[in-house]
């Protein structure tokens, strides 16, 4: 048996450091332009980490759908958290009040996902772990 990777598990971990990132790092690191280093505020990192967001989020949401359960709910919650997170860098001083359901909307995408294909007939305990 080879290696599996469990997408919704690295999906839901990835969702969860970009909102510890947003939430956390500016309050823990706020010291770190006087190295000369900024992530806070930092367009380019935090387009970067949506991206991965997305693509992590959508190979794992196809894989589910294609292979296990066919149902499209879990991508228009993904979808939702990810429009989300965009409006968040547009509207930047409303940040929070787009972080919070962003997050909330992708993780449940994962979990619904993953349920899905947990009660999908033909998925057996190895083959959900994708």
């Known amino acids: 048996m080879g290696f599996k990777i469990n997408w919704d598990a690295l999906g839901i971990a990835t969702s969860l450091a970009c909102a510890i990132h947003c939430a956390v790092l500016p309050l823990l690191l706020t010291s770190l332009p006087i190295f000369g280093i900024n992530i806070i505020e930092n367009l380019p990192f935090e387009y970067l980490m949506i991206f991965l967001a997305f693509l992590i989020g959508a190979i794992s949401l196809y894989h589910g759908y294609k292979k296990h359960h066919h149902r499209s709910g879990p991508f228009l919650m993904f979808g939702l958290g990810i ?4 409006a968040k860098q547009t509207w930047h001083h409303l940040q929070v009040w787009f972080l919070v359901p962003a997050v909330i ?5 994962h979990f619904r996902n993953f ?3 947990r009660r999908a007939n033909h998925c057996h305990a190895t083959d959900c772990n994708h």
């Open 83 to 86: 429009a989300l997170l965009l």
């Open 105 to 109: 909307s992708i993780v449940t995408a």
């Open 115 to 117: 349920q899905l294909c």
